[in-house]
């Protein structure tokens, strides 16, 4: 920690009298190398909100107050700060960019030839922020999922959980996570969630080369002066960053040792102990033995996470029977994932946490809940009675409890529902009679004993609208019997899955934002109507009301001639008019004039 220079100690308790001085402090914002005058945010740190609230903050440049907005932190998902999402590969034209567009029926999926058993996806925030728990849309259940997050300048593994698509783990404040997927079918991933605390924000103007401060502690801070219009957000305003706390006067804690050096402000520790050298004295440290700056406490027991033995469940007490640093409440002794505090059947995995009767003990917990003699963990039909275990197909199925006795089919696939397995009904195993039964013909309805199928997207060419193109959902709008993937809706020349604007001819396909989203389909102004047909583009107006009809919403219009606008010859005309009006009777004047003179009256 930088020490206060002398001349500032001076120059503070000349300016500000001792007997009324409030702690005040600054941190100096690093608006980095702007192109222009613009628009940007500040993340405020928790340590920040700590000492002041939202409303007192300030950023002054030298000692002029600027204009800012403010938004307060927020818990939920944190899609509106996610930079970018990178996979480990992707196969055909599919991008990672579509696991945060909001729109579950685009998706991206490893390629299979480069990650056929995992995969690690990188996620940057643009701003880092805390983070407690991250999901995924996909078709399949991972085996496993490790989760990572950068802190600082080093690495953290946060979790690591089977047999599903999410996780909670201890909440962290980041901005990078890695998560690594392990399956046994390479899975289509339609959507990324990342869940947490939205850092409050200050948006201000920002000039480039310009010397910014966020000032607070102020119990009375000056009013800020009026927002201008220009000031507002959009989907591309960037994050700046700031530096570390300083203080400009005060004892807090009236320990003797000023705000500036003190590493535990508000609790007096003339000592300044500190047992971890995490730069936060003992007086205030919730885990004293490991450096812990941030004091992360996530389920707000009293112990902080860093030495937690269970840090998403409250316990104090901290107890650990077995000894193997787990506290009890967070110890999963069958190792299936869910801890024994929630688990209806602790000492036997049961992932699934089944309970066929719902009373509580998980069916895997019930030695025989058929009562026909055969323990559950052996029971080849544990829902029906069946003494002797009769299974006349081997498929590890018995008899009693199977839909097709006589053929193997451990899937039990029912596809008609009529309680005879698929297997069983020769009309089911292969309905287009073209030797390819229907479990793996990718075109079940028409034969095709060549399963051809061009654009491998699991949708024989024999069925498929669109065989060339990727499109596994094989959607029609139009009902033309061709696919949308290979319909150039807006004529622009580019199909669905090549134009950042599908709906909205964009030839050039400008991007400026580089947000995979074409600027003729951006909404600038946030009023639900596009670039493309906003006659307000840069300022919200939801009813593009247009008083004048001149194309100009009147939210924007700052003039207000209606007929002159829509037909500026009218105004000519008009004009023209008076004028020859005028010459008219200057000229019927002149003549007049000269008569009476010619006749001398």
């Keep these: 920690m930088k020490k206060l220079s002398l001349a500032l100690v ?6 500000v009298p001792v007997a009324l001085a409030a702690p005040l402090y600054e941190r100096t914002i690093d608006v980095g ?7 940007v945010f500040i993340a405020v740190p928790e340590t920040v909100l700590r000492r002041s609230p939202l409303e007192s903050l300030r950023i002054v ?5 600027e204009p800012i907005k403010s938004s307060p932190e927020k818990q939920g998902e944190l899609r509106g700060i996610i930079e970018s999402i990178s996979l480990c590969s992707s196969e055909g034209t599919d991008t990672a960019a579509s696991l945060h567009d909001g729109s579950t029926s685009t998706f991206a999926r490893p390629d299979p030839a480069k990650n056929p058993s995992s995969c690690t996806i990188t996620l940057l925030l643009a701003t ?5 728990s991250v999901s995924f849309s996909s078709d399949q259940t991972f085996k496993t999922m490790t989760v990572s997050a950068r802190s600082g300048q080093s690495f953290t593994d946060l979790r690591t ?4 698509t999410a996780m909670e783990f201890s909440s962290i404040v980041t901005d990078a996570l890695f998560i690594t997927i392990t399956y046994d079918i390479v899975p289509r991933l339609s959507e990324l969630g990342v869940n947490g605390t939205f850092p409050a924000r200050i948006l201000f103007m920002a000039e480039p080369g310009a010397q910014y401060k966020l000032q607070y502690g102020d119990n009375n801070p000056p009013a800020p002066p009026a927002v201008p219009s220009a000031l507002v957000a959009t989907s591309g305003t960037r994050y700046v960053t700031i530096g570390a706390e300083q203080t400009l006067q005060g004892d807090d804690d009236q320990d003797g040792v000023l705000n500036l050096t003190d590493n535990c402000r508000a609790v007096a520790n003339p000592d300044q102990k500190d047992t971890d050298h995490d730069g936060l004295g003992d007086a205030c440290d919730n885990a004293q033995d490991i450096p ?6 996530k389920d707000l027991d009293g112990v902080g996470d860093a030495t937690d033995n269970c840090r998403t469940m409250f316990n104090p007490d901290q107890s650990d029977s077995d000894l193997n640093d787990i506290g009890d409440v967070c110890d999963d002794a069958d190792k299936d994932g869910i801890v024994n505090s929630k688990d209806n059947c602790a000492g036997i995995a049961n992932a699934d946490q089944k309970d066929a009767d719902g009373d509580g003990a998980g069916d895997a917990c019930q030695l025989d809940r058929d009562s026909d003699g055969a323990p559950d963990t052996v029971d080849n039909c544990r829902s029906l009675p069946n003494t002797k275990q009769e299974d006349a197909d081997q498929d590890n199925i018995g008899d009693s409890c199977d839909n097709c006795p006589i053929t193997k089919n451990q899937t039990q696939r029912d596809e008609n529902g009529n309680g005879i397995g698929d297997a069983c009904e020769a009309s089911i195993i292969d309905a287009d009679s073209d030797g390819v039964v229907n479990a793996t013909d990718n075109c079940a309805a028409l034969p095709n004993s060549d399963q051809t199928d061009l654009d491998n997207d699991g949708v024989g060419d024999a069925c498929d609208n669109c065989p060339t193109i990727q499109n596994q959902d094989q959607r029609d709008s139009d009902k033309n019997k061709q696919g949308d993937a290979c319909t150039d809706i807006d004529a622009d020349g580019l199909l669905p899955p090549l134009d950042n604007c599908p709906t909205v001819a964009n030839a050039d396909q400008t991007d400026a934002n ?3 989203i074409g600027d003729t389909c951006e909404d600038d102004d946030g009023d639900g109507t596009i670039n493309a047909t906003d006659n307000c583009r840069y300022k919200s107006n939801y009813n593009q009301q247009d008083s004048d009809a001149d194309g100009i919403g009147d939210s924007c219009d700052e003039t207000d001639d209606r007929l002159s606008e829509q037909h500026p010859w009218v105004l000519w005309i008009g004009t023209s008019f008076l004028v020859l009006v005028l010459i008219g009777i200057s000229v019927r004047m002149v003549m007049k004039i000269r008569k009476e003179q010619g006749t001398g009256v």
């Design 10 to 15: 001076i120059s503070s308790v000349v300016f």
């Design 33 to 39: 190398a702007l192109p222009s005058t613009q628009p």
């Design 61 to 65: 440049r030298g000692t002029v107050t």
């Design 128 to 132: 880092a922020a805390r983070v407690d």
């Design 161 to 164: 959980v089977k047999g599903t």
């Design 292 to 297: 812990n700056l941030l004091q992360n406490d």
């Design 514 to 516: 580089n947000n995979g």
